[in-house]
């Protein structure tokens, strides 16, 4: 290939979406997480000098290296990371089916008067229930595995995307409506290319807000009905009074939730770049 050529194929290249939501990454680490890391930085200065002048007992609040030291046990000599896996991958699954089933039904309750009287009453009963009085009957019916802890997550990301969804349908201006009907578009061009683009940022905000959601549940799920993840591993540390392992895994456990919620941002500025708004 000719270096003239080259040249001219590279801009397309790098407008294919994996270039475009990487140039979002380098824009976020560079512009902004300085930013962001100040209150932490204060936050580990004020556990530093506390654990170091002895203002709370070791008990209560361990050094933060005896918290690495606890880390780099539990990597070594435990199955950390398998904990890890377990509970990312039951928030993957849980996330997942819940999603698609509130998406679906919420796109055919908006659309059909009939679906939305069928299934409403119901849906909005079942979900002020809340999800930690579901856990006892759920568990009766699948036990302690994973299926009963995917169950759970996919209920608790089923409403809220569900609602937000059908609510951005409902919100939708009526003379496009209107107009489709003009054009005489079928049920699926009216979703395709009014629908769909109208609610996609509702969609992409609730799908953000469910995943921290759903990774939220799992901690739950877990200390109560499982015998893995790192919602076990906090409920055996507190019951062994083992603080510097129970701190490794709240670290953790906000390391991951903070890179779930970066990545679905990133997604969702990606998928809305054609929408501009205010940056603050």
């Not at 976020?28 to 936050?43: E, M």
Request: aromatic share 14%; net charge positive.
């Amino acid at each position: 290939m000719s270096k003239s050529l080259s040249f001219e194929v590279l801009p397309a290249f790098a407008q294919l979406p994996f270039f475009a939501i990487s140039k979002r990454i380098r824009l976020f680490f560079s512009k902004r997480l300085y930013i962001g890391i100040f209150l932490p930085l204060v936050i580990f200065s004020l556990w530093q000098s506390a654990s170091s002048y002895g203002w709370i007992d070791p008990i209560f609040l361990p050094k933060p290296i005896d918290v690495v030291k606890s880390f780099i046990y539990m990597l070594c000599e435990q199955n950390l990371l398998g904990d890890i896996w377990a509970s990312v991958s039951i928030v993957g699954q849980g996330f997942i089916y819940g999603a698609i089933a509130a998406i679906l039904l919420s796109i055919a309750a908006g659309l059909s008067r009939t679906v939305d009287l069928f299934f409403g009453s119901t849906i909005n009963t079942l979900r002020h229930i809340p999800t930690v009085a579901w856990l006892p009957l759920i568990v009766v019916w699948l036990g302690l595995g994973a299926p009963a802890k995917i169950l759970i997550i996919a209920k608790s990301v089923f409403f809220p995307i569900f609602l937000n969804t059908l609510q951005s349908i409902r919100n939708i201006d009526k003379s496009y409506i209107e107009l489709a009907s003009v054009l005489k578009l079928s049920k699926w061009q009216l979703v395709r290319k009014i629908i769909f683009p109208s609610i996609l940022p509702s969609i992409a905000v609730s799908l953000r807000y469910s995943a921290g959601l759903a990774w939220a549940i799992v901690v739950v799920a877990e200390g109560l009905s499982g015998l893995e993840g790192l919602g076990f591993l906090i409920f055996r540390s507190q019951q062994l009074l083992m603080t510097d392992q129970l701190l490794v895994c709240m670290v953790l456990i906000g390391f991951i939730g903070f890179a779930i919620d970066r990545a679905m941002y990133i997604v969702q500025q990606h998928l809305l770049r054609w929408k501009v708004g205010f940056d603050g």
